[in-house]
């Protein structure tokens, strides 16, 4: 197996969907070897109570350390090397990007801790560093209500980069971000659809006007959505498509 992925939350069956498509077929052929585990196996009391009341006071409620703890005593086996990457996603993260997507897919074994409520107790990540590189990340600046989602997205974005899991029509998808721009629109059959047609150049065969027509699509849209994304593009993209302002 090339990669080893743990996932931690007190709501395992939030993980239902790692079983489906995709990432099904890379645990199906071997590729993933994914475990999605109950964080409340790792408690002892009746209640298998996972959080308490925050120090310094607030709303909310926080994770306790010792379940999570426990659980990260489990699941490293002593000595492991190299060792897993702790990966916690958090409001309070880096931001999730391609690069890091990249940079785990080639790692042999990820742990996901889940928070909920309003975060896991910080010692929890301190304690993991000294055992193991540990990563925050943030999906983005919007809220949400746990870290589950965030596993589904990053557990995608990982899976689909693992060999032999894309077929090789789909790596293309991955290349087009290559150039650093957003995609050029995409068609398909019927040439018309309801008034409206298909772009002709598409349909011409002349695929170096075809290319020039996606790249100078592709520019338009990323000028207009994400000027951002321009701002770092190394001058030379820009020269080439003498638009620069
Ligand atoms: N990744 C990511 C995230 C999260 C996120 C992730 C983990 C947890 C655990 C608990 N919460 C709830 C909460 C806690 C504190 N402040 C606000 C909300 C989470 C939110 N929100 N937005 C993102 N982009």
């Not at 995609?183 to 011409?204: C, F, M, N, Q």
């Not at 100078?216 to 951002?228: F, G, K, N, S, Y």
Request: aromatic share 6%; proline share 9%; glycine share 8%.
């Amino acid at each position: 197996t090339r990669m080893r992925v743990d996932v931690v939350s007190i709501f395992p069956e939030y993980l239902a969907p790692l079983d489906l498509s995709l990432i099904g077929r890379a645990r199906a052929s071997g590729v993933l070897d994914l475990a999605v585990h109950d964080l409340r196996t790792w408690t002892h009391d009746v209640h298998r109570t996972v959080d308490d009341t925050p120090y310094g006071g607030g709303p909310g409620m926080v994770m306790r350390p010792e379940p999570w703890g426990e659980a990260l005593d489990a699941l490293v086996p002593v000595g492991e090397e190299p060792p897993p990457r702790l990966v916690v996603p958090s409001p309070a993260g880096v931001p999730f990007r391609q690069a890091l997507a990249h940079e785990w897919a080639a790692e042999r074994h990820l742990i996901f801790a889940c928070g909920r409520y309003e975060g896991i107790d910080q010692r929890v990540l301190e304690h993991a560093a000294t055992r193991m590189p540990v990563t925050e990340v943030s999906l983005g600046d919007y809220v949400l209500f746990g870290g589950e989602v965030a596993v589904l997205v990053i557990m995608e974005a990982v899976t689909r980069l693992l060999p032999g899991v894309l077929g090789n029509a789909d790596s293309l998808a991955e290349e087009s971000h290559a150039h650093g721009l957003l995609e050029a629109p995409v068609y398909t059959k019927p040439p018309g659809w309801r008034g409206h047609d298909v772009p002709e150049i598409l349909r011409s065969g002349d695929h170096g006007r075809i290319a020039r027509w996606r790249r100078d699509e592709a520019l338009v849209r990323t000028a207009r959505r994400r000027p951002d994304m321009l701002a770092v593009l190394p001058a030379t993209e820009l020269d080439k498509r003498d638009i620069a302002a």
